[in-house]
């Protein structure tokens, strides 16, 4: 149990400083989901995640998300994905209707016994619903990168980081951050992960610090 709470207090602390600091953090916020995985198809995950996200130093409730999946496995150290998500975000008192549509690949490659550094390149295109495609199509490129170290076979904690590039505009935003990974049970896995996210021409007033949790359920 020790042991345990040291790898979230590990994990945590560094962001619990910097919201210390008003001058780093301008916004915290809370993004939470419950996932449900199937995995009976050979080498191929199928995945749809309900999340809820609050904003405003977690008094506005800020989106609300729906995303649906397919995840293949192309040999030991690729995979690569397609998937839909669907978001109502909170716009000064009404929501937008979003959709987003995204292609990802995933490379995973063992560094030293028990850490594995794991890349994910995204490309998403994203559009408010009712408005015409000409005047509201967003392109993005995403990377991120982490260290994963597998400290038993339940239990995972991971440093990482993920830069956007929008298409017509460059670099857009980065995110830090760091967590853990417990499976509870043959089908039950949760996740805790702190989040630091910027934007590159800002002066930290889009900044914000993030508590992220999961709670997944596999079919196997």
């Not at 953090?25 to 999340?51: A, C, M, P």
């Not at 993005?140 to 995972?156: A, E, P, Q, T």
Request: proline share 0%; glycine share 4%.
């Amino acid at each position: 149990m020790k042991r345990n709470l040291s790898f979230y207090i590990f994990i945590l602390l560094p962001y619990f400083i910097l919201c210390q600091s008003s001058s780093l953090i301008n916004d915290i916020q809370t993004w939470n989901s419950v996932e449900f995985q199937y995995k009976k198809i050979k080498r191929t995950e199928l995945s749809l995640e309900l999340g809820l996200r609050h904003d405003d130093n977690l008094n506005n409730f800020s989106k609300f998300l729906t995303d649906f999946s397919l995840r293949r496995s192309f040999n030991n150290y690729i995979d690569y994905s397609i998937g839909f998500r669907f978001d109502r975000k909170e716009n000064k008192g009404s929501f937008d209707d979003r959709i987003r549509y995204y292609f990802d690949n995933y490379i995973v490659y063992e560094v030293f016994k028990n850490f594995d550094l794991k890349s994910r390149l995204r490309y998403q295109n994203q559009r408010l619903q009712g408005v015409s495609l000409s005047q509201n199509s967003i392109n993005k490129l995403r990377h991120k990168i982490s260290l994963v170290n597998n400290i038993k076979k339940n239990i995972n904690i991971f440093l990482g980081s993920e830069i956007f590039y929008e298409f017509g505009e460059g670099f857009e935003k980065y995110r830090i951050l760091s967590g853990l990974k417990k499976r509870i049970s043959k089908n039950f896995s949760a996740s805790i992960v702190g989040l630091f996210q910027n934007d590159f021409d800002s002066n930290n007033e889009k900044s914000i610090f993030v508590l992220k949790t999961k709670l997944v359920y596999s079919f196997k």
